[in-house]
């Protein structure tokens, strides 16, 4: 029947009809995400989640790798970091293959990345004006966005120790030098640690959606120039990976709970005052990522 059905339309009306689907045909499929976030209510006990469902243009999307360092000072932080690489290497193939932007932010290791195309792509993107200051105070190499008493409460876990778990605590210091090379930089990526040059980047993108992974949650994918506070601040749609990050912090301090519970209470902080977050599995359709030490992962 198909057959007498295109008999009755000449080969160049099939022809032009075969092109003109063809783009829609190889389009990218749209970011499905299940975005899981918290009423903000500073002050009163955290309510129970809320998920909706969003569908992100992937050619408005970028995703930004923060801090995976290839060392570490705490022997734990690193060993989780190099567990969690593989994982959200898979992951940001996935975006990439789907029109994603990815930018790479080892903060304070982008001169190791000089001359590379990445790193010329970032620095010298078109400038771009902001629609608000960037923060101009300065930790740990950076400018930094420090927690906002206006917006949100205070911290669940206590990391004033720098939030080395191992049992013999190790001595702080700065060993990083680049990226984990178990994170590939693929030729479209750029390589940032700077908070101008991450909006010139988004703005000459038409970027409308930034999502955020990498480490440390409670430290700097909050704080770092490129990271959390900054981009809900000049008025991004922003979410976090909760799978895909750690925290520094250790169990012996308030609230003495698991190092994976304590992670799970400053996602849950970040859901509630700044942005929703989603699993990797929305990208990959892999199941989430789970720390072989997390004894949940289990269950």
Same mark, same amino acid.
């Given at each position: 029947?198909?057959?007498? +059905? ?46 909706r469902k969003v569908d992100w243009d992937p050619k408005k999307t970028a995703i ?48 190791? +990345? ?22 101009? !105070? ?11 008493g206006k917006r949100e409460g205070v911290l669940p876990v206590d990391d004033s ?12 210091? !700065? ?97 509630? +005052? ?26």
């Amino acid at each position: 029947m198909l057959r007498h +059905y295109f008999a009755a339309y000449p080969a160049i009306v099939i022809a032009l009809a075969v092109v003109t689907l063809a783009p829609a045909m190889n389009e990218p499929a749209g970011l499905a995400l299940h975005l899981r976030s918290r009423t903000a209510a500073p002050g009163k006990e955290p309510v129970a989640p809320t998920e909706r469902k969003v569908d992100w243009d992937p050619k408005k999307t970028a995703i930004i790798v923060c801090d995976m360092w290839d060392h570490h000072w705490c022997k734990s932080a690193e060993a989780r970091v190099g567990e969690l690489a593989g994982p959200m290497n898979d992951m940001l193939k996935t975006a990439r293959a789907r029109g994603v932007f990815v930018i790479h932010a080892p903060s304070t290791c982008t001169a190791f +990345y000089k001359d590379t195309p990445q790193r010329e792509r970032a620095r010298t993107a078109p400038a771009a004006k902001t629609p608000v200051p960037l923060a101009t !105070s300065e930790r740990w190499g950076t400018a930094w966005n420090w927690p906002d008493g206006k917006r949100e409460g205070v911290l669940p876990v206590d990391d004033s120790d720098m939030g080395c778990d191992c049992k013999v605590k190790c001595e702080i210091r !700065s060993p990083w030098t680049r990226q984990t090379a178990a994170i590939e930089i693929a030729e479209g990526d750029a390589v940032t640690d700077d908070g101008q040059e991450t909006w010139n980047l988004l703005t000459a993108r038409g970027t409308e959606n930034v999502i955020l992974c990498g480490v440390h949650l409670n430290m700097c994918v909050l704080g770092r120039p490129f990271a959390i506070r900054q981009m809900v601040k000049l008025g991004k749609n922003v979410a976090l990976v909760r799978d895909m990050t750690d925290t520094m912090y250790n169990p012996d301090h308030p609230p003495g709970v698991s190092h994976f519970e304590g992670t799970d209470r400053v996602v849950a902080h970040v859901e509630r +005052y700044w942005c929703p977050s989603f699993t990797s599995s929305d990208i990959t359709g892999q199941p989430a990522f789970h720390f072989k030490a997390d004894p949940r992962a289990k269950k």
